[in-house]
Structure formats: structure tokens, C-alpha cells
């Protein structure tokens, strides 16, 4: 078993695992860390809690301390220098005329990194941007090109639901979304209804997708014959939320529907 507690990372809205301090560490504390993109101040959004070592990715970097006064100055001056750093590199894109969008941009804690990610259609050579903005930012440059659904998760916005984007919110890592899953949900397959703001597949389509396929695995075939309460019919219609399909009975030609468990499949 390993203790860990889950730190939430605004500027990248992720949320990644750590040893903590010690087990008092509480929900809301702000802690610096060291991650894979250097040395950050993040939020604890899970208390210290014991899991099992098949749940975590071995091996745990640990909280280097609690965020400090000195840490949280450091962190707001980043922020305006990191929207100004914004700008200039926003300036020398169109100077380039480079065909790419910068996203957002930030500076770790500890100002030896600044990080702006990117969407482009192509790759992007940008060796002349990271020479500009070295010699202007004094500081290691990191440009990253993500897709649109990592932008969409950093930028945020409101989904087609009314609710606040799932991959903004609560989302970790994003699952492969396949059009096949809007046809099991009988889904209209328009474009503009099963799209989110990133103009992929909506996430949420994953959701009850491993209901669906269990769900129309106990169910017939549409034409299939049953044996009903009632006598014989044919399959015309299926109900995969409440498991139930609609049956015209042989001996009337009458409508009629029933659950999976009241019929018996005529082979």
C-alpha cells in the first residue's frame, strides 16, 4: 500500500499523484512540486489516502513543501509576466507569419522554464521563434503543439449539455471515442449533435457505452421470433435502456412490448 494525495494543477487542468509531507496535508492546501515540467505550485484536491500499488505509477515523486508566502508572490508575478510573455510571442508569430495558435503560455515556479502551447494543422518549424523569444525572455523556451482536445481541456467553456466541458472539470486522460458508439446509442450521426467545442466526438458518448453493448447483447435481433406470453411474433423494435423490444404477435398481428426476461428466443 502507498499513501498519496492528488494535486491539482490549474494552468494545465490536471490532476497527478504525490507522496505527501506527512498524512495531516488537507484538501485546499497549495504545495510545490516537481513534475515533468519542472517546478510548479499545484492545490490539493484529494487528502493523503492509502491505495494499492497495482493503482498508482511507481515510482511517486514527493511534495518537495508546502507552499509559502515567498511561493505564492512567485506564482502571481509568474502569471503577469507569463501574459506578457504571451503577447510577445504572439507578436513574433505574425512577424514570421508562422500558421499556428498559441493556446496559452506559463512559467514554472522557479522561472527556469517558460512553456506556450501551440495547435497547428502541420508541423511548425519554430527554431527562428525559440531564438527570438530566448533572447528577449532570458530563460529557457519550450514550445508544445497539442490537439484540439487538449486545448479545448486547457481553455475550458461550455458544452452542448449547458454544463461546464467534462474535460475541464474532471476528466484525466482522454478516451478513444469512436463513431461506432453514437450508432449503438442511436444517436443521431449529424455531425453538429455528437461534436463538442473541440469539433471532435463528444467524451460523454463513452459514458454509458459499455452499458449499451452489454445491454443489446441480451437482446435480440430486430426479425428475430420470440416466444411470447401471448404466442409467437417477430422482433420489430428494440428499447436498449429498458431493455425491452416491441413484438408483432403472429396470431392477431397486434403490437405488443415486452422485457428481455418474459420472452423466449425461437431459434
Known sequence: MYLVVGIYFEKTNTLEYYAPVDEAMTE???VVVESHRGIEMGVIKYAPKWVDEADVVLPLKEILRVATEKDM???????EKAAQAFELCREYVQTLDLDMRLVNC?????????????TADERIDFRKLVRMLAQKLKTRIELR???????AKLLGGIGPCGRSLCCATFLGDFEPVSIKMAKD????????????????????LKYENDFYESARASLPDIGASVETPEGTGEVVGLNIIDVTMQVRLECDNQLMEYHIEELELLK
Do not use: H, W
Open 28 to 30: 485546499g492546501t497549495y
Open 73 to 79: 508572490e512567485a506564482y502571481r508575478y509568474n502569471e
Open 106 to 118: 506559463e512559467y514554472t515556479l522557479d522561472r527556469a522554464k517558460v512553456i506556450f502551447n501551440f
Open 145 to 151: 503543439q497539442i490537439g484540439v482536445r487538449d486545448e
Open 185 to 204: 446509442q442511436n444517436l443521431s450521426l449529424n455531425p453538429t449533435k455528437i461534436s463538442g467545442a473541440c469539433g471532435r466526438l463528444m467524451c460523454c
